[in-house]
């Protein structure tokens, strides 16, 4: 999954808290929320105005949430994981290596898998 099938992905599924989210999916859209931010920020210092990057972070919650929690399905854990950010730090790494972790190989209790069918491994010589 590119760039933009990512970012257009997760902007179609904002409401979308079912299914998985692979890796590319997730990362893809962070990297995209980061750039949109920073955008939005340089923008705001030309105008002055300085709440672009307020809608920006507004607009960008929902989708970002749903990802994040499609991400956590794909590594066979539940949403309510996401509610471990609140833990200053420790939350943080927590999110980050479930995050960076591989999702289940096969199908798992949330869905299929988000990279398609897994083909087994060629054996051994």
């Known amino acids: 999954m590119g760039f933009g099938e990512a970012v257009s992905v997760c902007f179609k599924k904002s409401f979308v808290w079912e299914g998985r989210a692979s890796r590319a999916e997730y990362w893809w859209f962070y990297l995209a929320t980061i750039l949109i931010i920073i955008a939005a920020v340089i923008i705001d210092s030309f105008i002055g105005a300085g709440v ?36 200053p730090l420790i939350g ?3 999110i980050l290596v479930f995050t960076l972790s591989g ?21 051994a010589v």
């Open 103 to 123: 999702g289940d190989e096969g199908d798992n209790k949330y869905g299929p898998n988000p990279y398609g069918s897994v083909a087994p491994p060629p054996p």
């Open 52 to 87: 672009l990057w307020v809608i920006a972070v507004i607009a960008l919650i929902l989708p970002s949430i749903a990802v994040l929690v499609r991400r956590l399905h794909d590594t066979d854990r539940t949403g309510w994981w996401f509610w471990i950010q609140l833990l």
């Open 92 to 94: 943080l790494i927590v």
